[in-house]
């Protein structure tokens, strides 16, 4: 048996899911407002997770500050935070189930190799991965006996287009083999990916439906497929159009946007923020409510599909 998913009674079930590889920003506080209102505003719960599994790029010291920034803004959640990289006895449990149902395979490919034999994706620099160990391995430990190298796991993509139901985006068709082929659940250095991760988390903690910005839209492909594979249930998906600046572009910890601690270190009243993300999706509630008094009559079908840009007039009246 793989995952299972805990008690799904409850009408709605969401997650506030940060990363702690930089600062969150603005547009992080406008998709978490926005599904915690979306649970919130029909009795359900909300369950709050940090995604560090990313060895290379998360930092420890980041954790209480994307939990400290959550709550500034007035959003709690129920129950302990699950911060992912405490427990990977799911994850493992997950990556052998698929190994005996033959979903996925040991692969001894390293970057360098795939690069030379692959375009990127276009959309985002990917590489496609053109399946050459599948079948040539009966199991990591073959793999390493024949290779001297330790192994991936990857999940075997079988073509042809997949259809995501998106509450917000509507029906959006992906063909995960010709975009990005056998995908990594497991690298080589035994880090989960990623997409399996969230996959496992979702099961446990019983989310029904994920709140979060169209530029994972692509990912709830992949996701779909693993909940298939793994005999897990796929939650509603609802993808929005994400922040941007006065020129269009998306904000970016990358980039150094301005961080929601810094704002708190400022002094700045969060209800003003508050207040940006209320005007964002439509609603006017006064010049500084607090995310609470947002909750009546709240509809995430109404959100306006078009990005929701941030002027240096908006940035003006954040920042003192």
């Given at each position: 048996?793989?995952?299972?998913?805990?008690?799904?009674?409850c009408?709605?079930v969401?997650?506030?899911a940060?990363?702690?590889t930089?600062?969150?920003?603005?547009?992080?506080?406008?998709?978490?407002?926005?599904?915690?209102?979306?649970?919130r505003?029909?009795?359900?719960?909300?369950?709050?997770?940090?995604?560090?599994l990313?060895?290379?790029?998360c930092?420890?010291?980041?954790?209480?500050?994307?939990?400290?920034?959550?709550?500034?803004?007035?959003?709690?959640?129920?129950?302990e935070?699950r911060?992912?990289?405490?427990?990977?006895?799911?994850?493992?449990?997950?990556?052998?189930?698929?190994?005996?149902?033959?979903?996925?395979?040991a692969?001894?490919c390293?970057?360098a190799?795939?690069?030379?034999?692959?375009a990127?994706?276009?959309?985002d620099?990917e590489?496609?991965y053109?399946?050459?160990?599948r079948?040539?391995?009966?199991s990591?430990?073959?793999?390493?006996?024949?290779?001297?190298?330790?192994s991936?796991?990857?999940?075997?993509?079988?073509?042809?287009?997949?259809?995501?139901?998106?509450?917000?985006?509507?029906?959006?068709?992906?063909?995960?083999?010709?975009?990005?082929?056998?995908?990594?659940?497991?690298?080589?250095?035994?880090?989960?990916?990623?997409?399996?991760a969230?996959?496992?988390d979702?099961a446990l903690?019983?989310?029904?439906?994920?709140?979060?910005?169209d530029?994972?839209?692509?990912?709830?492909?992949?996701?779909?497929l693993?909940?298939?594979a793994l005999?897990?249930?796929?939650p509603?998906?609802?993808?929005?159009?994400?922040v941007?600046?006065?020129?269009?572009?998306?904000?970016?910890?990358?980039?150094?946007d301005?961080?929601?601690s810094?704002?708190?270190?400022r002094?700045?009243?969060?209800?003003?923020?508050v207040?940006?993300?209320?005007?964002?999706?439509?609603?006017?509630?006064?010049?500084?409510?607090?995310?609470?008094d947002?909750?009546?009559?709240?509809?995430?079908?109404?959100?306006?599909?078009?990005?929701?840009?941030?002027?240096?007039a908006?940035l003006?009246?954040?920042?003192?």
């Open positions: 048996m793989g995952p299972q998913a805990s008690d799904r009674t009408p709605v969401t997650r506030l940060p990363s702690p930089g600062l969150l920003h603005l547009g992080h506080a406008r998709s978490f407002a926005l599904a915690w209102l979306h649970a505003s029909r009795g359900g719960r909300v369950v709050a997770r940090i995604e560090d990313d060895r290379e790029r930092k420890a010291a980041l954790v209480d500050a994307c939990l400290r920034d959550i709550a500034w803004l007035g959003l709690d959640w129920d129950g935070p911060v992912q990289s405490r427990s990977l006895e799911p994850y493992e449990r997950a990556c052998n189930e698929l190994l005996a149902r033959g979903h996925a395979y692969c001894t390293t970057r190799e795939i690069a030379a034999l692959s990127p994706h276009a959309d620099g590489q496609r053109l399946g050459t160990c079948g040539r391995f009966a990591p430990d073959a793999a390493r006996a024949s290779t001297g190298r330790d991936g796991l990857r999940l075997a993509v079988h073509p042809g287009p997949l259809v995501v139901h998106d509450e917000l985006c509507g029906e959006c068709s992906f063909d995960v083999a010709a975009e990005v082929g056998d995908f990594l659940i497991r690298r080589r250095d035994r880090a989960i990916a990623y997409q399996l969230v996959v496992v979702d903690d019983g989310v029904t439906d994920v709140v979060r910005g530029d994972l839209l692509p990912s709830a492909a992949r996701q779909i693993l909940q298939r005999g897990l249930p796929t509603r998906y609802w993808h929005l159009p994400l941007t600046d006065e020129h269009g572009a998306r904000l970016s910890k990358r980039r150094g301005i961080g929601l810094q704002l708190r270190e002094g700045v009243d969060p209800r003003t923020v207040a940006w993300i209320a005007r964002s999706a439509g609603l006017e509630r006064g010049p500084r409510p607090a995310a609470a947002l909750l009546a009559g709240f509809d995430l079908r109404a959100l306006p599909r078009a990005p929701a840009a941030l002027s240096s908006d003006a009246a954040l920042v003192p």
